[in-house]
C-alpha cells in the first residue's frame, strides 16, 4: 500500500539533476487512486492506477497536465 504523505529524496528532469532546494519543497499525498501533488505552494490533483507487473513497478497516471507514466522503485 502506497497511501499517505511522500517527499522526494531526489529528482531528475531532462537528465539533469534537480536543485536539492526544489526537491525538498515537494510532497505527494495517496488516497486511494488519487494524489495531490504540491511544490511551495503549488499543487496538482490527479489519479492514478499501478501496474505491479512491471518492474521496476510502473505508475500510469493523469493530471492537470495530462497522462503520463512513471516507473518507480518502492521500498
Do not use: Y
Not at 29 to 58: A, W
Amino acid at each position: 500500500m502506497i497511501e499517505g504523505t511522500w517527499k522526494r529524496m531526489s529528482g531528475e528532469q531532462n537528465g539533469l539533476d534537480e536543485p536539492v532546494e526544489e526537491v525538498e519543497r515537494a510532497r505527494l499525498e495517496i488516497v486511494g487512486n488519487q494524489h495531490i501533488i504540491t511544490v511551495g505552494e503549488k499543487g496538482m490533483k490527479g489519479t492514478h492506477k499501478l501496474d505491479p507487473t512491471q518492474t521496476p513497478m510502473r505508475i500510469n497516471s493523469t493530471d492537470m497536465a495530462g497522462p503520463f507514466s512513471l516507473s518507480q522503485a518502492f521500498m
